[in-house]
């Protein structure tokens, strides 16, 4: 999957969790620039990623996720593997 697809198919996930249909992503988007972005919002935009895309991320995925680049990054390796 080419990560304009990703980012797409991202975008409409962010956009459904956290109710906010004009939220347009970007690499560096990171929890402070979303309103609702707080750890349990978190934790549900998490286990709606690995829904829709088909995958699981490993602890140690988990924790080098600080911004939206990072997710782009990580389901682009495990989708093209």
């Known amino acids: 999957m080419e990560k304009t697809e ?6 409409s996930v962010f956009q ?10 970007n690499d560096e988007m ?4 979303v309103e ?3 750890s349990l ?6 286990s709606t990623v ?3 895309f088909g995958v699981k991320f490993k602890l140690k995925e988990l924790n080098k996720l600080k911004k939206v680049g990072d997710i782009v990054e990580i389901l ?6």
């Open 30 to 33: 990171t929890a402070n620039d």
């Open 36 to 38: 609702k972005w707080d």
């Open 50 to 52: 690995e829904e829709q």
């Open 76 to 81: 682009h390796d495990k989708l093209s593997a």
């Open 41 to 46: 919002t978190h934790m549900l935009m998490i």
């Open 6 to 11: 990703i980012i797409e198919k991202l975008t």
């Open 16 to 25: 459904e969790v956290f109710s906010d249909n004009c939220l347009v992503l």
